[in-house]
């Protein structure tokens, strides 16, 4: 779209591309306020959020954010969320050689009795959810792992009695033994 | 130091720790603490305003003007939210300001207390960073780091939000020494084979330009200096955006004016032309490139800047510099000193021919009028009458500041100070307090509009009582002008709510705060009424009555390339300034 000049170091492209940012920040009040005020600000997307206290000796914070968007976007927000002043550092996992390691905790309510039942809770084990609450006409299943495992538990639990699900967004770390 | 004291005394202990010697501010229920310490000194001035948005761009302009930190001291609730334009404004152009906000007890937080208001939340993304003081254990720290933060690396408004409790309670003050921050260190050095890598570029170019900005001035009057040397060592012309006017003297041989959807043929052309930009310390602002698809389509460019998030943000770049611009341009003068070798002196040659073929079109020419003042004219004989005086020009917002920016000669960097980024009416008066605060005895001229000159005349109070004697130039045509330019280009003239009807008679104005009132309609009377504003001792309102209907031109209108411009001369039938603006660029702004 942007043509700016005729001897461009990368190609521009406007193919969005998802993107997973570690992000380091000073556990401070207001910092996770002013990592979504940049998003919001700027018009950035936000897929999925993770936050927590990771180091609780240094008060230090990774926040975890998948992103979608052009390989120019995505090199402004790593620009923009280094710019604010209680961030130490911003990671982005996908421009690593392999992809990163990716997990979702969700918690999913199913309702229901007979067949429903019986089928809700053989897909939970194929899937390997765990059972963490149950009555004689509901489930609450425990399932961790990657976002389209979630996804796909969900969808086929949707005609067997699903009313309620409850995800974590997505945490993640980089592959091998490098840090992130 | 270290000593025990309540936080009230510690943030006037640390404002002349860090060596403040003036601030800005307001009194009121949640600063009383702060208010009783400044009560009890000397070594601090408190400039007291009539509206906390004039505290915050007295605070711009100090800041402009000295290069220190400008500080402003308000209360909670509206103090603060009155204070958010100046905010915003200092952070657009990169002002550093430190903003010492009151705030409700910490017991009240939360509790919609009388005059509370969510001031970190709500000054949040109009700051560089803010602070809510939680407990006076943290205060001193809290203090120094929001100078360390406000002034170094890309400069900018900082708030700290200081409870009442906290104003009271008693702890233990230290000093800004070894102020260091866990997170928070901006790259001054640049990678030497970038700038090595530049410096080869720039020498083997043909039709070279240098594009400079704000960020030359921030870096300091050294920064200054070296773009100097840089220009001399080269040859190579150079312009700047409306915020680095004065870093490169407009006297020099190798300047072409500012650059820009105001800015000269010339500059444009060259930008349009050149083959290799060299951006420093700019931003590649919409105001600065017009179309994107067209801008410099021949060209490599390198763009030095302290902020990595500035770097192919707008403009793909083909070599990225991020540093401080001082350090940059010292490293890239001695680098090219080293290399040996010389610009491509035929190539230049050629070069500036062309551009002397662009400079005779006389852009900035307008129709001289014998019975009407033309604005540009009232510039012409103000930039006349100021020469070799030592001067500050502040303007507010419109066609007046586009004419300053075209018709003022600035020899020297922190003497321009004007609203760019953020464009605020309003600008220009409060921050020319702040600039004659810096410089008492130095002449200062705000270059206003009737329009903008409305939006804090209130601090024509403050002026009289700390004997500022700040002269504003009123460019009155009773409109608003650059909103009226912009109806005629681009709604069919309909003139929606931009004649300002019932002017006030500025004269009287002025006499009603215990200011001089000067009148003039005359261009053969201009001169007389100059003098005579620049002659008196205390604070005037020349009132300057141009040709209402004046267009500032060049333009490149919304939408066009650099080398697309609209000249005035070209523009004098109704139907061409109609028809200037296409229908995609009318849906910009």
Redesign the interface.
């Given at each position: 779209?942007?043509?700016?000049?005729?001897?461009?170091?990368?190609e521009?492209s406007s193919v969005q591309e998802t993107h997973t940012l570690s992000i380091l920040?000073?556990n401070e009040?207001?910092v996770l306020?002013?990592v979504i005020?940049l998003f919001s600000?700027r018009g950035y997307n936000i897929d999925s959020l993770t936050v927590s206290e990771t180091s609780h000796e240094d008060h230090i914070s990774r926040i975890t954010i998948v992103t979608t968007a052009t390989p120019?976007v995505l090199?402004?927000i790593r620009?923009?969320l280094?710019?604010l002043?209680?961030?130490?550092e911003v990671a982005d996992l996908s421009t690593f050689d392999i992809p990163p390691l990716e997990r979702e905790l969700a918690l999913i309510k199913v309702v229901g009795a007979g067949d429903k039942r019986v089928e809700a809770l053989r897909l939970a084990e194929a899937f390997r959810a765990t059972v963490i609450d149950a009555t004689t006409d509901h489930f609450v299943f425990e399932i961790t792992g990657r976002q389209t495992k979630i996804e796909q538990f969900i969808n086929i639990l949707q005609p067997l009695g699903l009313v309620e699900v409850c995800r974590t967004g997505v945490v993640a770390l980089r592959r091998g033994r490098e840090k992130t | 130091m270290t000593r025990q004291m309540t936080g009230a005394e510690m943030v006037i202990q640390a404002l002349k720790d860090q060596g403040v010697d003036h601030i800005f501010g307001y009194p009121g229920g949640a600063v009383l603490p702060i208010y009783d310490e400044i009560f009890q000194q000397e070594d601090i001035r408190h400039i007291l305003v009539r509206h906390e948005q004039g505290a915050g761009h007295a605070a711009e302009g100090y800041a402009r003007s000295t290069g220190k930190v400008g500080v402003v001291l308000v209360t909670s609730g509206p103090g603060a939210t009155n204070a958010v334009t100046a905010l915003a404004d200092a952070l657009m152009d990169s002002i550093p300001l430190v903003c010492i906000t009151g705030q409700v007890p910490t017991s009240l937080i939360g509790t919609d207390a009388f005059q509370e208001c969510d001031t970190?939340?709500i000054t949040?993304?109009c700051t560089?960073?803010?602070y809510?003081v939680?407990s006076v254990d943290e205060l001193p720290r809290i203090l120094h780091e929001a100078f360390l933060?406000a002034k170094s690396g890309r400069p900018g408004p900082v708030v700290v939000d200081v409870p009442k409790d906290v104003q009271f309670a008693t702890g233990m003050y230290h000093g800004p020494s070894n102020v260091t921050?866990?997170?928070?260190h901006p790259q001054v050095r640049a990678d030497l084979d970038a700038v090595r890598m530049a410096v080869d570029m720039m020498i083997n170019a043909k039709r070279p330009i240098l594009y400079t900005g704000g960020g030359v001035i921030n870096s300091g009057s050294e920064a200054c200096q070296i773009l100097r040397e840089l220009v001399g060592l080269t040859g190579y012309p150079i312009t700047s955006t409306l915020m680095g006017l004065g870093a490169y003297p407009a006297s020099g041989k190798e300047w072409l004016g500012m650059l820009g959807m105001h800015g000269t043929y010339e500059a444009n052309m060259a930008m349009h032309e050149c083959d290799v930009m060299v951006c420093v310390g700019a931003r590649f602002d919409d105001r600065i490139t017009g179309r994107?698809?067209d801008?410099?389509?021949?060209?490599?460019?390198i763009h030095i800047d302290i902020?990595?998030?500035q770097?192919?943000?707008i403009?793909?770049?083909?070599?990225g510099i991020v540093g401080d611009v001082g350090h940059v341009l010292e490293d890239m003068v001695r680098i090219w000193r080293a290399s040996g070798k010389t610009a491509d002196r035929e190539a230049l040659a050629d070069w500036w021919e062309q551009i002397r073929i662009w400079k005779k079109r006389d852009c900035l020419a307008y129709r001289p009028n014998d019975d009407v003042i033309m604005p540009q004219y009232a510039l012409q004989r103000l930039n006349e009458k100021l020469k070799g005086k030592d001067y500050y020009i502040t303007t507010e917002v419109g066609q007046h500041q586009m004419w300053a920016a075209q018709f003022m000669e600035f020899e020297e960097p922190h003497r321009w100070m004007t609203s760019g980024g953020l464009g605020t009416m309003g600008y220009g008066f409060p921050a020319a307090l702040g600039v004659q605060t810096a410089h008492p005895n130095s002449i200062v001229v705000d270059i206003a509009g009737d329009g903008s000159i409305q939006m804090n005349i209130q601090e024509l109070s403050t002026a009289i009582q700390h004997n500022l004697p700040v002269k504003i130039m009123i460019l009155n045509n009773e409109h608003l002008g650059m909103v009226r330019q912009w109806q005629q280009l681009l709604h069919g003239n309909r003139l929606s709510n931009s004649y300002v009807e019932a002017m006030p008679d500025f004269v009287k104005l002025a006499d009603a705060y215990g200011a001089k009132g000067i009148v003039c309609d005359k261009p053969d009377k201009l001169d007389a009424a100059i003098d005579e504003m620049l002659a008196y001792e205390g604070p005037v309102i020349f009132d300057c009555r141009v040709a209402k209907l004046a267009n500032c031109f060049p333009m490149i209108p919304s939408g066009r390339a650099h080398n697309d411009m609209l000249f005035s001369d070209e523009a004098e039938d109704d139907s061409k300034i109609a028809n200037a603006i296409d229908d995609a660029g009318k849906r910009l702004v």
């Open positions: 779209m942007q043509q700016g000049s005729a001897y461009f170091i990368e521009v920040v000073d009040p207001g306020a002013r005020g600000g120019q090199q402004q620009a923009q280094g710019r002043v209680p961030v130490h | 970190s939340g949040r993304p560089k960073h803010n809510l939680r933060v921050h866990k997170t928070y994107l698809d801008f410099a389509p021949n060209s490599k460019k902020d990595p998030s770097i192919n943000k403009v793909r770049v083909d070599l």
